[in-house]
């Protein structure tokens, strides 16, 4: 460990006799050692699932059938007692620092973002990465899958890449950079560079297979060209996170088994985990939280439906759990299956109740408020489509809950066990010797950085790339391998997310739920002074099921001081439970990378976030695009926002241009124009007059070809704020999902050349000649307004 310290390693000379000639017999170098961390370093592979709640898999008492995870149970250890931070982003950028979430700036995911400390997703330099300090100790790096830890305004082709994968010390990257993805039509990137998914749904593709070959092949390649150097990988996909997709051949697997409800499933649910010991024969079954309906109480229109979405989100476990068996039989095939130390966390957080009561089949319409647009009828006709391309589906919160059993609340409720408690696999057959068995120890995700560098022989650096660098946060779990029985390392813990706090310490929990997650849009929120703190003894109240608030209120206060001792520590205050302030920009604080009335964009730009261009919702806007027509005639997308989930798209249609504003996927509105677009130069415009009013309201939107108007028509609803979590602006084609069912997410290519783009908003749309000149287009391109 001497010398590792300061990283990179520095150089250092040594004083020899220097010849003239290198043929003289007293010339005499060292060889070159090549950088290897120290003997016995073992591979290490990292499993990190997406919102699958500690009742979900079989290993632990669920109803989705999991052989990889039991497999390596089987061969490793269960630990029943490990955590996160309620969220993604904010867990993730715990694990890969071994700090607490605030501490490294993600209090709460990039899009929400502020300008303070402990919110802005910026990782300061001084908490470098657990891969950074792996990759300048001599490990090969990778990560496959999903990234949330870029701020927004960093995700774009200019950067900076500084948080993306392969600046924060991962030497590869294979994966989608965001909160979710669409599973069929993902916006993948390979290091910093966008790559289109190799085949389409219609040939079988999806994400997760395709990650999975992915790191499959590079862990062939690491071990064929430097079988010495062990290697770190991060392979953390996008499931089960919403839109659950998967083939159906995996959920009708599962047709039927759901019948009875998400109250009978929490009850067998708890009594496999009494027969697995993953809870302890006496403990308590948590009561349904107010809010969630009875199942008795589904009406029977409904209940198929919400059957259904369980079946899909079954499947879609169990489908990934498969793909992850893949990567596990590579290394067993290579013999190095042994000498790899495996974590499967089985979620960065709980179950997740963002689906709304009712569930989805776009979940982006419950996130913005509109939940009620999908009704029963709609939901049925739909049906057969859940789970496949031309859906975006969520479960109902009934089924999150049940996916956290035994445990209250979900994802989000940092307060309790149920957004907060993860099961998670460890196997490493050749460090330690116990297999199949419990370890009840509390611990915490800051821990698993402090234990992969404990196993590596790798001392906590003192100074990454000239900078002095702060003290880990976590605890090595190593000491329970081999002891069951071992004490407690991690006695202290804090919780905050969204203003649901707890504070574990000694066995006691002091918590209290602040907002609850299935309420979306402007919610009633109380004062956090006003906030109830509840109580519990977990060493005798596994699963926080028996307050002890008022029997022992002096327990309490001593948690509440404790609680606000450790979120000054880390950064935790100012409490900040807003959502719509803290999406917008300018009120949250955080840079906003395009600003102004107009964005001027040009042929061959695309996969541009949401967040890479001007923000034009609820207001009057315009679109003009200056096209040359080839000779093969007029065809193909001009400019496309979004995707299934909602969006528009400017195209032709039989050589007419069409405007396509997709609502949610529940409306499509088409305005067409009635004059084909002729070979050679053109503008084709697309104005929107917004009626006003408020958010989410309509307009009438206007077609022209150089100047002239060629069409119009309504648009009786907008979508307010976001079309979709990953979804991107297009020129000159439409990748990822297709807005409108009129072309295909594949060969939909404009046929000629898209020069460039202009959006205007607010004033600036309102051109009297619906026409824009050069010297108006270079004023933009330059500048000069």
């Known amino acids: ?50 919102d699958v709640g500690f009742g979900a898999t079989s290993a632990f008492g669920g109803p989705c059938h999991t052989p990889t995870a039991e497999r390596l149970a089987a061969g490793g250890l269960k630990y029943t007692r490990f955590h996160t931070t309620a969220l993604c982003a904010p867990t993730r950028q715990a694990l890969l620092t071994g700090r607490n979430h605030h501490s490294v700036g993600m209090g709460n995911i990039t899009e929400l973002a502020t300008s303070a400390p402990g919110n802005s997703s910026v990782r300061p330099n001084t908490k470098a990465t657990l891969p950074e300090t792996l990759k300048l100790n ?101 499931a089960t996170h919403a839109p659950h997709h998967v083939p159906p051949a995996w959920s009708d697997k599962y047709a039927g088994r759901f019948d009875a409800g998400w109250d009978a499933l929490r009850e067998e649910t708890f009594a496999r985990q009494k027969q697995l010991g ?47 068996g893949r990567v596990i039989d590579t290394l067993e095939e290579l013999e190095i299956l042994g000498d790899t130390v495996i974590y499967y966390i089985i979620g960065d957080n709980g179950a997740s109740a963002e689906g709304s009561l009712q569930g989805a089949f776009n979940e982006m319409a ?62 490493w057959p050749d460090g330690f010797q116990a297999r199949g068995e419990l370890r009840h120890q509390f611990h915490h995700v800051i821990d698993l950085a402090p234990t992969v560098l404990d196993v590596a022989g790798l001392p906590h650096p003192l100074s990454v790339n000239g900078v002095a660098q702060h003290p880990i946060e976590g605890v090595s779990m190593r000491y329970s391998f081999d002891d069951a029985t071992a004490t407690d390392r991690h006695p202290t813990q804090y919780f905050e997310m969204m203003g649901n706090r707890g504070i574990y310490h000694q066995g006691w929990t002091a918590v209290t739920q602040h907002r609850i997650p299935w309420e979306t849009g402007q919610a009633a929120l109380p004062d956090f002074d006003d906030d109830v703190w509840e109580l519990y003894d977990t060493t005798t109240d596994w699963t926080q099921a028996v307050n002890l608030a008022e029997q022992h209120p002096e327990k309490l206060r001593e948690l509440q001081r404790l609680w606000l001792i450790e979120a000054v520590r880390y950064n935790v205050l100012p409490l900040d439970d807003r959502m ?94 009635d004059q084909q677009l002729e070979v050679g130069a053109h503008q084709v415009r697309m104005e929107f007059d917004y009626d006003g009013g408020g958010i989410a309201k309509g307009g009438t939107a206007t077609l022209f070809i150089d100047g002239t108007p060629i069409g119009s028509g309504r648009v009786d609803m907008t979508e307010p704020f976001v079309f979709s979590a990953d979804e991107t602006l297009d020129i ?19 046929h000629g050349e898209v020069n460039w783009v202009q959006i205007d908003i607010g004033d600036d749309a309102n051109d009297a000649d619906h026409y824009i000149s050069g010297e108006d287009r270079m004023r933009v391109a330059m500048g000069i307004q």
Not at 160 to 181: C, R
Not at 278 to 298: F, H, K, Q, S
Not at 380 to 406: R, S
């Open 1 to 50: 460990m001497a010398g590792r310290e300061v990283l990179p390693i520095p150089h250092r000379d040594t004083t020899r006799l220097i010849t003239y000639d290198a043929k003289d017999p007293a010339t005499s170098f060292d060889p070159i050692v090549p950088l290897r961390p120290p003997k016995g370093a073992p591979n290490v592979l990292v499993v990190l699932l997406d």
């Open 138 to 238: 001599g490990y090969s790096t990778a990560q496959f899958g999903k990234c949330h830890e870029v701020p927004v305004w960093h995700n774009s082709a200019m950067g900076p890449f500084d948080q993306w994968p392969t600046g924060s010390g991962f030497e590869y990257f294979y994966g989608f950079i965001g909160g979710e993805t669409n599973q069929y039509y993902p916006a993948i990137y390979e290091g910093t560079t966008p790559v289109e998914p190799p085949s389409t749904p219609e040939d079988g593709y999806h994400f997760t297979e395709d990650m999975t070959t992915k790191s499959i092949k590079w862990i062939q390649s690491q071990k064929s060209l430097t079988p010495d150097k062990p290697f770190f990988i991060y392979w953390a996909p996008g």
């Open 278 to 324: 993953v809870v302890p024969a006496d403990a308590l079954l948590t009561e349904r939280n107010n809010g969630i309906p009875a199942w008795d109480e589904i009406s029977d229109e409904m209940k198929p439906v919400l059957a259904r979405q369980m079946e899909i989100y079954a499947g879609f476990l169990e489908h990934t759990d498969h793909h992850l």
């Open 366 to 427: 419950p996130l913005t408020g509109f939940a009620d647009i999908e009704t029963a009828e709609f939901l049925t006709e739909k049906l057969p489509e859940f789970g496949g391309p031309t859906a975006y589906n969520h479960y109902a919160v009934g089924w999150a809950h049940a996916m956290n059993t035994p445990y209250q609340w979900t994802k989000q409720v940092a307060s309790h066990f149920g957004g907060t408690r993860n099961g998670t696999i460890v196997h």
């Open 580 to 673: 719509a302030e803290r999406a917008n920009p300018q009120i949250a604080g955080r840079p906003q990378l395009i600003k102004g009335n107009r964005q001027l964009l040009f042929g061959g730009m695309g996969r541009m976030t949401e967040s890479s261009i001007v923000n034009f919702k609820n207001m009057s806007h315009a679109i003009t695009a200056d096209v040359v027509v080839g000779p093969d005639g007029a065809a193909g997308v001009i400019v496309a926002q979004g995707g299934v989930s909602g969006g528009w798209s400017l195209y032709l249609n039989d050589g007419k241009p069409t405007y396509c504003y997709n609502f949610y996927g529940v409306h499509r509105y088409y305005i067409r124009g």
């Open 732 to 750: 000159g084609c439409e990748a990822g999902s297709p807005v409108t069912t009129e072309y295909h997410a594949s060969g939909n290519r404009f």
